[in-house]
């Protein structure tokens, strides 16, 4: 029978091997008291099975607090795996089943949700993402290189029409990208309507002399209903790019705004240390982006290497990495997303940014990098965009920038960040 | 201005009253490297503001794994307030607003929102529950006493048929409500509608002989659509209580529901573990319910004294008061909420769960607390309606409790668990 697969990362004060039945028990067929009900049909029909654990370490105190204590407290990697007839493949009873109440057992002192493998059966089901990397270019005519973006800054404040005068100056600097901040959606003080449009004005403005129709990831973020209104209005403007925070409207969210759109969906994961920051409690990335890509976002913001965050550059490069591969491992529809880098972004990061992933299909934004070039926004984004271009080409930017250049400068101005990969 | 509060608890290798005004910063008009843009008009109108920094200890180690590292990190409580007009009454924006990037902020080695304060302006832009406790009594016929509750056990693995003939045992046992495991929603091996429509069967046929429609909260969690075709069969098949997974769906999600719903709205939280587990990340229950009330909870689960799984008495306590608070501090539309006890609950922790809250208006649910009763399901039923009636007239149960009484066989049959309550 097909099933679906997760591993987690436990520590237990109860022996690891008990730990895993105890979870794998919880999470199917499990009663506190065992019932004459559940009989061994109903378990090998409906049961969790633990396929393996292996111990990685243990200690004499545990990592969080914790109901149950012992002497000392297992770490390790449990396999559990369910038959897809307990639950199908919705989304949201997948979320109830590997990371529900799980989270809370007394005989565990620490529990992360690290991988999941799902069967096919989920990719056929869902739709992913409408567009992809290929979509996100044919919008906007711009076929290669990755794109290069920027966020509104400040993070909140201005009005529809600062906005508007923002963007004026960053289209004509020659950007592919734009996107509100997550703080700024449909505010009193800056409405969602007024914005889209006075930014659209513009931007529709520059597509009629260039040609080249920059995308402007607008914040949708709210309620169902208002968010299904504001692609309406996305509609009417002639807008390309919805912006959802993830976390905010959660997956089922995501997903009714795929059902309705038109449009791009480029998804933020505003909120997201609160699964990644603890090593004891939580998920991996590689586990949640998954879902946000069977629900359809087309775009995955992925944090930036050497960011002024707080994740390590490894996660980073295996988040931006997880986004382009196939949702199950055995293969099946691809549902690829492109990554979303930023986050104390330079010409630096550029290069290493697409060697690990082999490709141009990555949009990169930098706030200080484009803004604080000392020849302005325009020469920010052409070093930006020539930095690409000797990333491509597998030349050091030193090699590749002309004497005065606006790469050159940045090289001059930027300072270059120490990274920490140890898979690239 | 009207301005919405948030306390947090942070630590941090930057000195507290910096952090505080690095976070005050991230989370609204704040830019990496400060712009001319950012004027000081547009700093007044929509910066955050830090409202008080209290220190209460410090380490010479990070709590969590952090970019940022110093000679020692201050622990302390730190209160921000941001301006309405930054993102009106949004809930999701308050969200991406209050819990979004500042979790991952290199300044913090320990974040937990613990508080927050909302204007009154929230309660009356949301529809909040829409029956509540008296609305919920009148569903059923039920007017005074606690409900008494179970869950279907085995968590999953019960056919549709199965599960309808233990409904039948429970309300002929003189059950109040019962709910299906969070487990169980629409899965293959045991369809929603097939599922519905055998319980719903065996509770109208109840209903129709005693007069007695007792709740079935039946888990709708799934997409908004489903959930919304869920709904409709509900109303076809005369159900009066949805179930709703809060943390699998979104709070978006309990809305979208709220609003097309006739019935009541059940709130389970499985995976709250995720937020309430680590003393150093995270969110409390307290702020989070604040959101699913208004949202359209009318039942929120708060776990149980005593329970099994890690919360301590005391974090169960004032959950299971915050859901009977008013909304803002400062009075309003209370929007209040049914709280709903459950895990390892037996006749013992009624007299608490109830003196806690000062009223009879809660659910408890016992799973092995009723089914391992030795006279039974209906003599555990009666066990604990006993124990109800002995914690409202402030009786000790062993005084209160008949020779050969179900109540008298259950405090023989049950440990008598040991409560750590501090503030009861």
Known sequence: MTRITATYDIETPSGLAHA???????????????????????????????ESVTLTGASKTPSLPSRKTGEKYERGLVTISWPIGNFGTSLPTLMSTLAGNLFELAELSAIRLIDVDLPEQFARDHPGPQFGAEGTRAFMGHDKGPLIGTIIKPSIGFTPDETADLVSTLVTAGIDFIKDDELQANGPDCPFEDRLNAVM????????????KVLYAVNITDEIDQMWRNLDMMDRAGATCAMVCVNSVGQTGLRAVRDRSKVLIHGHRAGW??????????????????????????????????????????????????????????????????PVYSSGQTIWQVDPARKLLGNDDF?????????????????????????????????PLEDFA?????????IETFQKPHLTLSDL
Not at 203 to 212: A, E, L, M, P, V
Not at 305 to 310: E, G
Not at 314 to 337: D, E, L, Y
């Open 273 to 338: 240390g609160i699964f990644s920051r603890s090593p004891d409690i939580g998920i991996d990335f590689g586990v949640m982006q998954k879902l946000w890509r069977l629900a359809g976002a087309d775009h995955l913001h992925v944090n930036g290497l050497a960011n002024k965050f707080t994740e390590s550059d490894n996660t980073v490069a295996r988040a931006a990495r997880s986004v382009q591969q196939p949702i199950s491992k055995n293969g099946g529809s691809a549902h690829t997303a492109m």
């Open 20 to 50: 895993a039945a105890v979870l794998a028990g919880e999470q199917s067929t499990g009663t506190f008291v065992r019932l004459v009900s559940e009989t061994d049909e109903l378990r090998e029909r409906s049961g969790a099975r633990v």
């Open 363 to 395: 949009i990169y934004c930098a706030g200080g990098g484009i803004m604080s070039h000392p020849g302005g926004v325009s020469d920010g984004v052409k070093s930006l965009r020539d930095a690409a271009e000797a990333a491509r080409l597998g030349i």
């Open 402 to 410: 002309k004497p005065n250049s606006p790469l050159r400068k940045a």
């Open 201 to 212: 004005r513009v931007i529709n403005n520059h597509s009629d002399r260039t040609g080249k």
